[in-house]
């Protein structure tokens, strides 16, 4: 795609703001298309936390499916791909071609599409001709999120916590309801244990099928990971850090069990799957995209387990619950940084500062590293947090 062609999207509405629309929109703009979503068969990932992982472990599982994910750290590419291969420039500056032509002759349309809209159109399109299935991630709630114009053969609901407030609800309660609205008819509906909600329950019904009832044992290795029994699978040994971790690749096997995987594939997607930027080491740095309270309280626990003082460089956009965030961190930071993402929405990082004593400004991603690499004692953790959009810059430059 060319720098204009990136501009125009990015300029438009961002998917954040995407439950305030109708899903007939999208429905409208799938249809000047042909249906393209009608071509291959689906899973469908909806949660709070841990639906980025899920959706992962399930493509680990597929290499030759599809897999649509949100939202990206440094390329847009990332979030269309099959396998491992994202979706080459050429491809995706052919299929935006052909989805901003549409929007301009499709029928029914309530409003100019969003970018989440287009972005969902685009992959939907590059997969038809491709693919016979496809993972596919919601981006927000569920209801009306643009993925849920799909009729998928698995409904999974990782978890639910607050996040998003002003657009899902207020309370756990009206949260689970908007993520329940993925739930179609007649498909299983696996679910975490922090997605054992009545909304949830009640939608789903006899298809409800919990990841809990696996049995789990769990051994560490050390450092972050774990070898795993979860049901009838034995030494599994997942590359995604984290004792969380091992919920997602529950629910994982769970899904994929009731797709009908083979158990080698099974075995061999929970131990081959990756996840950029979440507990991710480059050098003496971790990354993580923890960017709730819900995540930051996992960072933390995953903190006191395996690396009980570290420096944090944090940044967090100001929608956020970013107090919170960093009350629950603090406990563990020997030193705070606060930096801001380069996004309209990121908080003021000065304003960060008066909530923690002794910490420090850094007016960029670029020089919070480097003053981490200037001050830090040697070897010492440093953990990057508190934003994906972070998590992208800094991404990038480490790498």
Known sequence: MSPDDLAYLFSLTNEYRSIRYDLRNMAALASALGNPQKAFR???????????????LLSAMMPEAALYTSPHLTRLNERI?????????????????????????????????????????????????????????VGLGGRLDATNIVR????????????????????IEAIAAEKAGIIKDDEPVVIGPAADLPAIREKAGARLVRAADLKQEVRSLGDGYFE??????????????????????????????????AEDDIIRGVNTATWPGRLE????????????????????????????????????????????????????ASQFIFTKPNSTRAKDPAALQELVPGSRVEPSVTDAIHFARA?????????????????????????
């Open 42 to 56: 689906s899973v469908l990932i909806a949660g709070t936390n841990g639906k980025g992982s899920v959706a992962r």
């Open 375 to 399: 001050h830090a004692p040697a070897g010492y953790p440093v953990l990057i947090c508190g934003s994906l959009y972070l998590i992208g810059e800094a991404r990038a430059m480490l790498q």
């Open 281 to 332: 080491r480059i050098g003496h740095f971790l990354l993580d995209g923890a960017h709730n309270v819900a995540a930051a309280k996992a960072l933390a626990r995953f903190l006191e387990e395996f690396y009980p003082h570290v420096w944090i460089i944090f940044g967090a956009m100001a929608d956020k619950q970013f107090e919170e965030m960093i009350a629950i961190l603090e406990p563990h």
């Open 228 to 261: 795993l029994d979860i049901g009838r699978y034995r030494n599994l040994r997942p590359r995604l850090a984290g004792r969380h971790q091992v919920e997602n690749v529950t629910i994982a096997v769970r899904a994929a069990e009731c797709l009908g995987l």
């Open 152 to 171: 998928q053969e698995v409904s999974v609901i990782t978890s639910i916590g607050l996040d998003h407030q002003e657009y899902l609800g207020t309370t």
């Open 81 to 137: 791909r099959i396998g491992e291969k994202e979706i080459s420039d050429g491809d995706l500056k052919d299929v935006f071609d052909h989805v901003k032509a549409a929007t301009a002759t499709a029928k029914e349309l309530l409003y100019p599409p969003t970018y989440f809209e287009i972005v969902t159109a685009m992959a939907f399109l590059y997969f038809r001709d491709r693919v016979k299935f496809a993972v596919l991630e």
